[in-house]
């Protein structure tokens, strides 16, 4: 067999890299999709892990949670959270007993309690928050204002034609 | 507090819902490529496990095998897989012991050995691979094909500016 394109790429390696000039557009579109956002994950991860040492799940459950000061239901917030992977209530059990999010039963339905940040858990969100937000920026300033736009607005034809998540 | 623009938002839940109108673009555009990602990535999960007993890590797995006959490396093997939560010894051991992949050591570093797809892993493969590809030109069908090519430019850019993973 005569070697693959894959043989003279250069030395970055990633999932787009196992397409071939015969797959469809879409295929190949979904691949760089996942690409980019892969690599804009990875140095997330490792930043929230190194300067906070915390994780994406954890800073997804607390940003969730910061949008919502009346709290949230278990399965609701399970519904909003974007990153998988984490163990919701393993996650809000460390939190709680860092004093970081307040848990309150339902009287109604025990099973269905409520969360919430506490005063402590809104200051440390919120340091992780902006630094979060600008190594967003950081990350996505190889696009300028305009393409940024234009990914947005072609990002959202995508996303409203898509079936929507339980 | 008053109540934030996420009240008065219609019953689609996801990542982006976090955001307000107060956060800057770069974050809007990243919770929006997540929440896309998100989006594909859900019905395939459930059309693989559904109509393959399978799952993306483990479809992932195979991709890359199916992309290098010569066989890959484990080490190799990891670099190159874009969908994270798999647990790739584990996954491997039993796509091994189900006769869809072979391994092989290598006489010069025992830890390095060598796996790759069997002939029924292959044939496995490609008909999922079939499938997976028609499943993905349906999900990404919402955007016409001049759509598509200008968010694969724009997608290009991004990544050619995102620091290159380990």
Known sequence: ???GPEHTLPAAVDS???VTAADHMALRLWLRLLACTNLVEAPLRTRLREQFSSSLPRFDLMAQLDRHPQGLKMRDLSRRLM????NITGLTDRLVAEGLVARSDDPND???YTVKLTALGQQHFSAMAQD???WIAGLFG???GSQQAQLFELLGELKASLP???
């Open 132 to 134: 979060h937000e600008a």
């Open 1 to 3: 067999m005569l070697p």
């Open 110 to 112: 025990r099973r269905a």
């Open 83 to 86: 990153v998988s992977g984490g």
């Open 164 to 166: 929507e998540r339980d």
């Open 142 to 144: 190889g696009l300028d």
């Open 16 to 18: 787009e890299t196992r």
